[in-house]
C-alpha cells in the first residue's frame, strides 16, 4: 500500500509527485503508468522529437535517477484496470492489487481513432506517446506522400515536420477551417496560408470515407467525392477521448472526463484527477466546466492535488497558457480564447509577427501571439485583470500592451 498512488506518469502524475516531495511530504508515494518509459515531455513528440532534433533522453521530465532519489517508485508498464474505492485499492490487469491512502488519477487521454473502412491499417498513426512517433519515423523513409487529417495543433505540427522532411503532404480538415476549436478566424486563415506556402495540400471542409489499402498497409485516403489522395503514411489527429473508464465505473461523477472541484477532488473519497482527463470549473472561461488539455494545466492541477494532500489546500485557479511551434512561427497563447465576441489584430500577419486580442462582453479574455512574445508576456496582466482597454491603442502594435494595465 502506497500512502499515495499516482496513476498515470505523464505531464501531471510526474509533477505531482515532485510537488508532494517539495512541499516535504513523506510519506510512500508510487507513479505507475502503462508506457514503459520514464515520465516524458509530450508536446515535442509533434515537434522537434518527430523531426529528429531532440533525442528521447533530452525530453524525459526529470533524469532517470531523479524518481529513485527521491523516493518515488516508478511502477512502469502496468495499467491500472479497476478501481475499488471502498477497500482504497487498485487492480491491475495482471491482476494484481495496489492500495491507496490518496489516489491521483492522471491518465490523460486516448486518441480518437478513425471509425471508417481502412481505419486501423498499417501506416496509420496517431500521435500520442513515444511508440507512435518511433513507428512513424521509423515508416518515414520509405514515404513520399503523406496525409494529416485533422487540422488542429497537433495535426498542423506534424505536417510541418513532414513538409520539412520533403513529403508531399496533404492534410485533410472536415470544418471550414483548421484550430476551429480553439482560436479566432484569423489566426486560422494565417496557419493555413502558411502552410500552403510550404507546399502543405491544405484542404478544409473535407470529409474522409475511408483508407484505401494494399496488403493491410495504407495507400491512400478516399474522399466523400470518391476521390483519392495517395499516402503511405497517415496521421490521425482528430482528439483524445479521456481515460476514466475505471473511475466512472467505480462511481466517480463525470463524462467527458471526470469531474473535480477547486481542489481537484473527485465525487469518490480520497480521489484525484489532474490533467487532461479532469472536468473543472475555470474561472478563465467564465467558470465553465470543461477539461483542457495542456503541459500548464496538467502541471497547475498537479500541484493543487499534491497542496491539498500536503495538507496546505490552495484552490486551482491558474492563468492558462499553451504554446505550438510550427516551421519558424512560435505561437504563445494566453486565457481561453473559447466563447470570445470580438477579436482585434495587432500587427501585420503578413510580417509574421502579430498578435491577436480576444475579447468577451469588452474584456480581454486571451492573446494568440504569433512571433510576438513581448505581446504574451505584457498581455498576460489584461487577460488576468479582465481589462477593457481602447481598441484603437490595442490594435496599435506599437503600443506596448504594458501601456494598456492601469
Ligand atoms: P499524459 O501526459 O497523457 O499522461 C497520462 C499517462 O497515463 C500516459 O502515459 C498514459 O499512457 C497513462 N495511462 C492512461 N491510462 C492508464 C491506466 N489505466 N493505467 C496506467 N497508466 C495509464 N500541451 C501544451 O501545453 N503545449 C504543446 O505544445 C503541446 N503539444 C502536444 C503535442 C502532442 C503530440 C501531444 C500528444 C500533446 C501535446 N500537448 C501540448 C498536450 C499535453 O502534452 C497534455 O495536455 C499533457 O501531456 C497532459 O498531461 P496528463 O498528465 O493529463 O496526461
Redesign the pocket.
Known amino acids: 500500500k502506497y500512502d499515495v498512488l499516482i496513476?498515470?506518469?505523464?505531464?501531471?502524475?510526474?509533477?505531482a509527485a515532485v510537488v508532494l516531495r517539495q512541499l516535504k511530504f513523506e510519506g510512500t508515494i508510487a507513479l505507475?503508468?502503462?508506457?514503459n518509459e520514464p515520465?516524458y515531455?509530450?508536446?515535442?513528440?509533434?515537434?522537434d522529437y518527430l523531426s529528429g532534433d531532440k533525442s528521447f533522453e533530452r525530453i524525459l521530465i526529470r533524469p532517470q535517477a531523479f524518481w529513485g532519489e527521491r523516493g518515488v517508485d516508478l511502477l512502469l508498464g502496468?495499467?491500472?484496470?479497476s478501481v475499488d474505492p471502498k477497500a482504497h485499492s487498485v487492480t491491475?490487469s495482471d491482476g494484481a492489487v495496489v492500495g491507496y491512502g490518496k489516489l491521483i488519477w492522471?491518465?490523460?487521454?486516448?486518441?480518437r481513432r478513425l471509425t471508417c473502412p481502412g481505419g486501423d491499417a498499417i501506416g496509420v498513426h496517431s500521435?500520442?506517446?513515444r511508440e507512435d512517433v518511433d513507428k512513424i519515423v521509423e515508416e518515414l523513409p520509405a514515404v513520399t506522400e503523406a496525409v494529416v487529417i485533422g487540422g488542429g495543433?497537433?495535426g498542423l505540427?506534424?505536417a510541418a515536420v513532414l513538409s520539412k522532411f520533403n513529403k508531399k503532404v496533404t492534410l485533410l480538415e472536415a470544418l471550414d477551417r483548421v484550430l476551429a476549436r480553439v482560436a479566432g478566424e484569423q489566426l486560422s486563415r494565417f496557419y493555413e496560408e502558411e502552410h500552403r506556402a510550404h507546399g502543405v495540400d491544405l484542404r478544409t471542409g473535407v470529409t474522409v470515407e475511408s483508407l484505401a489499402c494494399s496488403d493491410g498497409r495504407v495507400s491512400g485516403a478516399v474522399l466523400a467525392d470518391g476521390s483519392v489522395v495517395p499516402a503511405q503514411l497517415v496521421i490521425v489527429g482528430i482528439g483524445?477521448v479521456p481515460?476514466v473508464?475505471?473511475l466512472l465505473e467505480a462511481g466517480a461523477a463525470g463524462g467527458n472526463g471526470v469531474d473535480v472541484d477547486e481542489y481537484c477532488r473527485t465525487s469518490l473519497p480520497d480521489v484525484y484527477a489532474?490533467?487532461?482527463?479532469?472536468a473543472h470549473f475555470n474561472g478563465f472561461a467564465g467558470g465553465a466546466q470543461m477539461r483542457?488539455?495542456?503541459?500548464?494545466?496538467?502541471n497547475d492541477q498537479?500541484a493543487t492535488a499534491a497542496r491539498d494532500i500536503a495538507g496546505e489546500p490552495q484552490s486551482y485557479n491558474a492563468v492558462p497558457?499553451?504554446?505550438?511551434?510550427q516551421y519558424d512561427l512560435r505561437l504563445q497563447t494566453v486565457g481561453l480564447s473559447v466563447g470570445h465576441d470580438e477579436a482585434v489584430l495587432r500587427g501585420d500577419p503578413a510580417t509574421r509577427s502579430f498578435s491577436v486580442v480576444y475579447l468577451k462582453a469588452g474584456k480581454v479574455i486571451a492573446l494568440d501571439c504569433v512571433n510576438a512574445t513581448k505581446d504574451y508576456v505584457q498581455g498576460r496582466a489584461l487577460v488576468v485583470g479582465g481589462l477593457g482597454p481602447d481598441r484603437a491603442a490595442l490594435a496599435d502594435a506599437t503600443v506596448p500592451l504594458k501601456m494598456l494595465v492601469p
Request: hydrophobic share 40%; net charge negative; with cysteine.
Open positions: 496513476v498515470g506518469a505523464g505531464h501531471g502524475g510526474a509533477q505507475l503508468g502503462d508506457e515520465p515531455e509530450r508536446p515535442p513528440l509533434s515537434k502496468r495499467r491500472v484496470a491491475l492522471a491518465t490523460g487521454g486516448t486518441p500521435v500520442r506517446n495543433y497537433i505540427e506534424a483524445i481515460a473508464g475505471p489532474i490533467g487532461d482527463c479532469a483542457v488539455e495542456s503541459v500548464q494545466n496538467a498537479a497558457w499553451f504554446w505550438s511551434n
